[in-house]
Nanobody, 128 residues
Framework: QVQLVASGGGLVQAGDSLRLSCAAS????????MGWFRQAPGKEREFVAA????????SYKDSVKGRFTISRDNAKNTVYLQMNSLKDEDTAVYSC?????????????????????WGQGTQVTVSS
């Protein structure tokens, strides 16, 4: 059974930092690209960041570039999202997702429909 468990969310003030983690099990982690998505109340789910199988290629939503960093540790079956300079508009439930990739250099994708597995997410609340 595939499980993706996100953690690390919390309540912070604008300008603060958080690091989210997503621990995967039940799959060959290194064979999957990993992504982070978020959904705020009353809003559509949106892409945040994604990383290739080896961590060499990343992709970000424009509004988080320079502030967020996605990374992975294949030895720990874990993907991370380091979030700096948090803003009120970053408030959302953050979920990790995985999709199988046919080769090492397979491109990352921002489309939710392309991901095979999803975690339940962790709440991030930013106050000013």
């Amino acid at each position: 059974q595939v499980q993706l468990v996100a953690s690390g969310g919390g309540l912070v003030q604008a300008g603060d930092s958080l690091r989210l983690s997503c621990a995967a099990s039940g799959l060959t982690f290194s064979a999957y690209i990993m992504g982070w998505f978020r959904q705020a109340p009353g809003k559509e789910r949106e892409f945040v960041a994604a990383v290739s199988r080896t961590g060499s290629v990343t992709s970000y939503k424009d509004s988080v570039k320079g502030r967020f960093t996605i990374s992975r540790d294949n030895a720990k079956n874990t993907v991370y999202l380091q979030m700096n300079s948090l803003k009120d508009e970053d408030t959302a439930v953050y979920s990790c997702a995985a999709r199988n990739a046919p080769w090492i250099g397979y491109h990352v994708t921002s489309s939710p429909s392309n991901y095979n597995y999803w975690g339940q997410g962790t709440q991030v609340t930013v106050s000013s």
